[in-house]
């Protein structure tokens, strides 16, 4: 952790205020170019948008992926408030970004809360219907 580092996780900081002071959950996320630029800023507006996935992390990544070609998007970094939650966790692995550095751990952020506020996992039931299933998948890969 540099002291660059420090000072972009502390705008990050300032924008998860920034959205708390919005009426949003508290946390924001910046995306620096490979060039040492501030390419965009995100806060949460899950509770404005009436979005559940308004999270920062996921805007932004949505935004480089749409915006940055692969070699830009590698040089990125997201510097963001809190670690980021499953959801954005898997855009960012689809997104190409090139690093992630975040303030608040999961754990941190678990002890700040009150108990009963989390997200309970949704049941799933599966596998069934693997030889229907596998027909539109198949070859699709290459
Ligand atoms: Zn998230």
């Given at each position: 952790m540099t002291t660059d580092d420090e000072r972009l996780l502390r705008r990050a900081i300032a924008l998860a205020a920034e959205a708390r002071a919005g009426g949003n959950p508290p946390f924001g996320s910046l995306l620096l170019g490979p060039?040492?630029?501030?390419?965009a800023e995100e806060r949460n507006s899950s509770v404005t948008d009436r979005d559940i996935t308004a999270h920062p992390e996921l805007k932004l990544a949505r935004w480089a992926a749409r915006e940055l070609s692969p070699e830009t998007a590698a040089g990125t970094t997201m510097y963001t408030s809190c670690e980021p939650c499953g959801m954005c966790a898997g855009a960012l692995a689809r997104s190409g970004l090139g690093r992630v550095v975040f303030a608040l751990a999961t754990e941190q952020l678990t002890e700040l809360r009150p108990p009963g506020t989390g997200f309970p996992a949704v049941p799933a039931v599966g596998p069934a219907l693997f030889d229907e299933a596998r027909v539109p998948v198949a070859g699709y890969y290459g």
């Open positions: 060039d040492g630029r501030v390419l």
